[in-house]
């Protein structure tokens, strides 16, 4: 493998865990339409043990608006409950011992337009880390080339290559984001 693949690699491994991070931060961030991931991670302490939500019971989406919970020990529901009304998701639970059903209530506007801005901050966050590691792939590009290590089309070919992964991973969080302002008008 050539120094210029390799820079090349590194640099699309990077921005892959960068679009991964935003995707996951987008999933946990409420929508219009209720989804297992808003729950599934809440961390809670029982049985002298922190374990999330989906390590206690099998989640479920029942349309419109709710989100079910089938936890496997009885003795865990009230914990759980008050876990998810703790992590503020705009949940209004109920429970029947076994079960235990999240309703979201619809988005107001003023509420839509707040997680809209908050959506496009976050996206601009990873733009930003995806330009700071262009860069960073670009300054080793020019240090190897300025050391003889690669030839000046290594170079420019190299840049292409860099160039191109930053595009694709902008492309992707856009994307993301118009997927997500979509699904918060819904």
Known sequence: MTITEEIVKELESALVSVTGK??????????????PDMVQDIRLSLYDQTLSIRELGSLSVLPPRTIQITV????????????????????STTNDGQNIRCTLSPLGNERREELGKLVGKMAEAARIQIRARRE???????DAKGSSAITEDDEFKGKEKIQKSTDKANAEIEAMVKGKIAELGE
């Open 22 to 35: 935003i995707k996951q931060d987008f999933a946990q961030l409420r929508g219009n339409k209720p989804s």
């Open 72 to 91: 496997w020990d009885p003795g865990a529901v009230s914990a759980i409950v008050k876990a998810i009304e703790g992590a503020h998701l705009g949940l």
């Open 136 to 142: 960073e792939a670009m300054k080793r590009l020019k």
